[in-house]
């Protein structure tokens, strides 16, 4: 048995909320995306595996060279977590495949 309705409307709901000016007055911290404490998501640790399992592919087929645009030594910019101040720009070139057993 299920009630008949026609949409959710949610009486929140603003347009505005997604304008760079209402994002710049969010909270940094707002978005948790698993969740925290004993509520947290159920798939979390699949999510954090599978994200492991594809970077370790990732590494294993690519390596990773730095390019001439790429700031040699690097100057790091710090506003809440550390990074570079001009980026970082890299060249990905597949990884030669080892041939066994030859």
């Given at each position: 048995m299920?009630?008949?309705t026609k949409g959710v409307l949610h009486a929140d709901y603003s347009r505005g909320k997604f304008t760079p000016e209402m994002k710049a007055?969010?909270?940094p911290f707002v978005y948790l995306p698993f969740g925290a404490g004993p509520r947290n998501c159920i798939g979390?640790?699949?999510?954090l595996l599978q994200a492991k399992i594809a970077?370790?592919?990732i590494l294993s087929k690519y390596s990773f060279q730095t390019c001439?645009?790429?700031q040699v030594p690097m100057?790091?910019?710090s506003s809440?977590?550390?990074g570079p101040?001009?980026?970082v720009f890299l060249k990905i070139v597949p990884r030669e495949r080892e041939t066994r057993g030859q």
């Open positions: 299920f009630p008949k007055e969010r909270h979390m640790r699949l999510a970077l370790v592919r001439p645009e790429t100057q790091i910019k809440g977590t550390l101040k001009e980026g």
